[in-house]
């Protein structure tokens, strides 16, 4: 699984979730929430507290579900992707 919507749905169908009931609760329109579980927009990061408590997962493993599908899907084919997720994390750390 490549993509934060079909991590999504399947956390969602998991549950037995109606797609209306998690839309209601980021406040968007159901078709919205449609396209982000088939990838056609982007779920953006103010969602994630809500999704981790409606899908009822810890918010970390929300933000790193996130995370992963972005890197993959944006940047995941590049040939020096290790090295600069290296010196990004290098970054971080310094930053603290």
Known sequence: MNSFGEYLRN??????????????ELDIDTSI?????????????????TLAKTLEVQEKE???EFI???ILSDIGDLKFL?????????TIKSRK
């Open 11 to 24: 956390r969602r169908e998991h549950l037995g979730l109606p797609l209306r009931k998690i839309a209601a």
């Open 33 to 49: 929430l449609s396209k982000i579980e088939r990838s056609e927009r982007v779920a953006t990061k103010e969602m994630l507290p």
């Open 62 to 64: 929300m933000e790193i």
């Open 82 to 90: 290790k090295s600069g997720l290296e010196e990004t994390l290098n």
């Open 68 to 70: 992963k599908a972005f």
